[in-house]
Structure formats: structure tokens, C-alpha cells
T-cell receptor, first 113, second 112 residues
Framework: DAGVIQSPRHEVTEMGQEVTLRCKPI?????LFWYRQTMMRGLELLIY????????DSGMPEDRFSAKMPNASFSTLKIQPSEPRDSAVYFC???????????FGPGTRLTVL | KQEVTQIPAALSVPEGENLVLNCSFT??????LQWFRQDPGKGLTSLLL?????REQTSGRLNASLDKSSGRSTLYIAASQPGDSATYLC???????????FGQGTELSVKP
């Protein structure tokens, strides 16, 4: 298996623009997670899905952030409008079951100017 | 609210030394505990997973222990090598089995 795939790997955009991050989980994994990593706050869970259904979105910072999982092999994290404080590395991870080992993608480094 | 703390924040050792990384958590009601490795500019690699009912897990030169009642875990690395240089992160999963809560990590440097 190719592992968790994320795109793009790097994104540079200007404040106010819409940003869409994409993730393809490992085939057969029921759980998908979106994390954000910054120097100040470390790794934070934003939202996770089980069988394509959002379970916990309490980590989503504000209404500018939204996530979808239209099918078992694809998820998006959208920021609209983007702000400089959204600059971070965004990771997607997937897991085969409840409390299972989580497998991380390579991340998307987002820079908002 | 669960909080995970890792000590030390950074560690530098000569090659060949055995070393211990520490992790503590405030709420003992966890599903499991996981140790990850992160290389600069890369994603996280899962190293070990300890279920809440287990005391330890081993993989090669790595051994992780869990004392749930005291809220502590250690990662023991035997005979360290320069290739072990990375940031090591500890994370606990809540009792619902979903949410991973991470510590800030220990940045390890192994000098040749």
C-alpha cells in the first residue's frame, strides 16, 4: 500500500484566499484524522471521521475551517478565508479501527502571507 | 482535560548509550498510549502502541512501558545510533478510542 497520501505537499497563498487540502487514507481504514502542527501549540487534532461520518470536530478552530469525507478514500480540509495564523503543517492520518495504530501522511506545509 | 507532558524537551547523547525518554499524562482513563518518531520535515511514524491493560511493548532496540495508575510511560532506547536522531512524541488515546492527545516531544540527538 502507498500509505496515506496528501496533496499538495506545499501551499503558499495570500490572506483571504480559499485553501483546500486533500487526503487519501490507507485502503480499508475506517478512521481518518486531520491534525495541525505548529511550533507554539504542537500537534492538535482538528477533526476525525469514522466510516466517513464526522465524530469529533471540537478541535476545529473556527467556522472558517470545514472538513468533508464524501467517500472512504477521500477527504478534504478547507479554510475559507485563510489567515496568516493558519500557517502550519497539516497532517492527515488513518487507522484500521477503534484505538488502532495511526498512520500519518507526509503533511501539507501551508503558508498564508 | 487530558494533558501530556514529555521530559526532557531535548537530549543529546553519544552513540552507544542507552537512554530513557519520559512521558506523563494527567488522566489515567486512557484507551492506549502510542510512541511516534518524527524526522525533520516529515510525517510521524508509529513506533509502539501499548494497550491500557498492558505494561510494556518491545520492538527491536525499543521498549516502552506503561504505568497507567501513576500516569507515566517511558521509552527505552538501547545502544543508541546516529540514525535514532529525531523527535519522539508520546500520545494517549481517550477512552472512546478516537482522539490522540500529544505531548510536545523530546528532540533526540545521537552524536557519532
Amino acid at each position: 500500500d502507498a500509505g496515506v497520501i496528501q496533496s499538495p505537499r506545499h501551499e503558499v497563498t495570500e490572506m483571504g484566499q480559499e485553501v483546500t487540502l486533500r487526503c487519501k487514507p490507507i485502503s480499508g481504514h475506517d478512521y481518518l484524522f486531520w491534525y495541525r502542527q505548529t511550533m507554539m501549540r504542537g500537534l492538535e487534532l482538528l477533526i476525525y471521521f469514522n466510516n466517513n461520518v464526522p465524530i469529533d470536530d471540537s478541535g476545529m478552530p473556527e467556522d472558517r475551517f470545514s472538513a468533508k469525507m464524501p467517500n472512504a478514500s477521500f477527504s478534504t480540509l478547507k479554510i475559507q478565508p485563510s489567515e496568516p495564523r493558519d500557517s502550519a503543517v497539516y497532517f492527515c492520518a488513518s487507522s484500521p479501527g477503534t484505538g488502532g495504530r495511526q498512520y500519518f501522511g507526509p503533511g501539507t506545509r501551508l503558508t498564508v502571507l | 482535560k487530558q494533558e501530556v507532558t514529555q521530559i526532557p524537551a531535548a537530549l543529546s547523547v553519544p552513540e552507544g548509550e542507552n537512554l530513557v525518554l519520559n512521558c506523563s499524562f494527567t488522566d489515567s482513563a486512557i484507551y492506549n498510549l502510542q510512541w511516534f518518531r518524527q524526522d525533520p520535515g516529515k510525517g510521524l511514524t508509529s513506533l509502539l502502541l501499548i494497550q491500557s491493560s498492558q505494561r510494556e511493548q518491545t520492538s527491536g532496540r525499543l521498549n516502552a512501558s506503561l504505568d497507567k495508575s501513576s500516569g507515566r510511560s517511558t521509552l527505552y532506547i538501547a545502544a543508541s545510533q546516529p540514525g535514532d536522531s529525531a523527535t519522539y512524541l508520546c500520545a494517549v488515546i481517550d477512552n472512546q478510542g478516537g482522539k490522540l492527545i500529544f505531548g510536545q516531544g523530546t528532540e533526540l540527538s545521537v552524536k557519532p
